[in-house]
């Protein structure tokens, strides 16, 4: 059973910051590209930040460089998102997803449930 679970949300004013975990299970983490979406009302989902399955490369929304890290801990099947300097913009559902392609080219594609994050002063 394949499971990707998102914590870290809540509250924060801005320019705090807030640090996410996605603990995933049920796959082959290590073999898997992570990354982070956001969404809010009315919006598309937009990429966050993504990170290759070894962790060599990263990279990152414009919106979001130079504030936002990504790291993952394969040890741990955790993916982390760093946010500092926090903007109201930054207001959104955040996910965690997991790629990587299996046999006969099949997409595996996993989603977490999402977590809140809210900047408000």
């Known amino acids: 059973q394949v499971q990707l679970v998102e914590s870290g949300g809540g509250l924060v004013q801005p320019g705090r910051s807030l640090r996410l975990s996605c603990a995933a299970s049920?796959?082959?983490?290590?073999?898997?590209?992570m990354s982070w979406y956001r969404q809010t009302p009315g919006k598309e989902r937009e990429l966050v930040a993504i990170?290759?399955?070894?962790?060599?490369?990263?990279n990152y929304a414009d919106s979001v460089k130079g504030r936002f890290t990504i790291s993952r801990d394969n040890a741990k099947n955790t993916v982390y998102l760093q946010m500092n300097s926090l903007k109201p913009e930054d207001t959104a559902v955040y996910y965690c997803?997991?790629?990587?392609?299996?046999?006969?080219?099949?997409?595996?594609?996993?989603w977490g449930q999402g977590t809140q994050v809210t900047v408000s002063s």
């Open positions: 990170i290759t399955s070894n962790g060599g490369s990263t």
């Open positions: 049920g796959f082959t983490f290590s073999n898997y590209d």
């Open positions: 997803n997991a790629r990587a392609w299996g046999s006969y080219g099949r997409l595996h594609n996993y």
